[in-house]
């Protein structure tokens, strides 16, 4: 096994989950609440507060929400199935995943309402429709869910644009198939799987621009299509903002009013990719600032923290985050263990001739 492989995996792992319970404390404030909160940035983890999300569940200082819960049930299910798994098998690690978890109290829209359907048996293609027609609710299958938690398609498939799309895409189904939350989940998905071979960042944004073109057809060829904007339009714009920015505050201004900073795919996915851009692969600055964005900063943070994770690895992860990280969440999720799972299957196929 190669020990860097590994190293980028754990930290793919650990940096995702580091910027997941960085941003659950700020998760739907505004740019100026959290700046008059922390002084600036967000720097450090803090207790939840019981008016947010994570405090309302009972979420801890320095722990993960769902985000990073549903990020490793698949990547537990991935490396079950020998680096790959089914539209079968994803429907049961969903339902595990819901049956399980200690965080499966609160589930973003699209993600609740299918499993509810799955629950009771129903047919989820019909979850959320209007009248007799195929369109559906907006809530429904254009959040990020999918792309929250698809990093594991990535850290599976190093290098490999393609095999990672195709993986991607089998768990965006049944709870995100549309045409923009596949894109998204393929943009995250290819950038971490280049991000485990390059040492350089620009090659992993040119992943995820060519992820979300891709993820794109994908979902319009085997997936719906929905009416809205085009996620690799947004994704552009997304970069165009983080060259342009004169500072940290401008680029988060800029990053809300311009792309947006919400629950929807075509918003926070970008966004975090902008901020991977913008923050130039500095681990502790990707995670600070995603958290400190406003809105769904813990499912940005987590996004950006996967891939820039991927880039630079563990060892490169600001020690005391990331030691107070494990601490907390090592007992519960065993990431060691699992990225050496990962990181094994990921050998064999890059020994394999897998696309560099």
């Not at 199935?81 to 978890?101: K, P, Q, Y």
């Not at 200690?102 to 129903?122: E, I, N």
């Not at 983080?242 to 929807?264: C, I, K, P, T, Y």
Request: overall charge negative; proline content about 4%; some cysteine.
């Amino acid at each position: 096994m190669t020990p860097d492989l590994h190293d980028r995996i754990f930290g793919a792992l650990c940096l995702a989950g580091m910027g997941d319970a960085l941003g659950a404390p700020t998760e739907q404030w505004t740019l100026d609440e959290i700046r008059a909160c922390h002084g600036g940035l967000v720097t450090g983890f803090v207790e939840p507060q019981p008016d947010t999300f994570a405090g309302a569940l009972g979420g801890r200082r320095a722990e993960v929400t769902d985000d990073t819960s549903q990020l490793v049930y698949l990547a537990r299910a991935l490396v079950a199935g020998g680096g790959s798994i089914d539209g079968e098998g994803w429907r049961r690690c969903l339902l595990d995943w819901a049956a399980t978890s200690p965080k499966a109290g609160f589930m973003g829209p699209s993600t609740a309402q299918m499993v509810a359907a799955l629950q009771r048996g129903d047919d989820g293609s019909r979850v959320g429709t209007i009248g007799h027609s195929l369109r559906k609710m907006t809530t429904v299958g254009n959040t990020n869910g999918a792309a929250m938690r698809v990093a594991a398609c990535g850290l599976v498939h190093p290098g490999d644009i393609t095999a990672a799309c195709e993986q991607a895409f089998v768990t965006c189904l049944p709870s995100h198939d549309t045409d923009v939350a596949i894109a998204s989940a393929c943009a995250i998905a290819a950038g971490v799987a280049i991000a485990l071979v390059s040492d350089a960042l620009q090659p992993v944004v040119e992943a995820c621009i060519a992820g979300a073109a891709l993820g794109e057809r994908l979902g319009r060829e085997r997936a719906r299509c929905i009416a809205g904007p085009r996620l690799p339009v947004r994704l552009q714009m997304a970069l165009d903002i983080a060259v342009a920015a004169r500072d940290d505050l401008d680029f988060m201004q800029q990053m809300e009013w311009r792309v947006g900073n919400s629950v929807l795919a075509a918003e926070s996915v970008p966004a975090a990719i902008g901020l991977l851009a913008y923050a130039q692969g500095d681990p502790q600055r990707t995670i600070s600032i995603g958290a400190s964005m406003g809105n769904d900063t813990d499912t940005i943070a987590t996004m950006a923290g996967a891939l820039c994770g991927a880039l630079v690895g563990a060892r490169a992860l600001p020690a005391g985050l990331r030691d107070e990280f494990l601490a907390v969440n090592e007992p519960v999720y065993a990431l060691q263990p699992l990225a050496t799972a990962l990181a094994r299957i990921a050998e064999a196929r890059l020994g394999g001739g897998a696309a560099r």
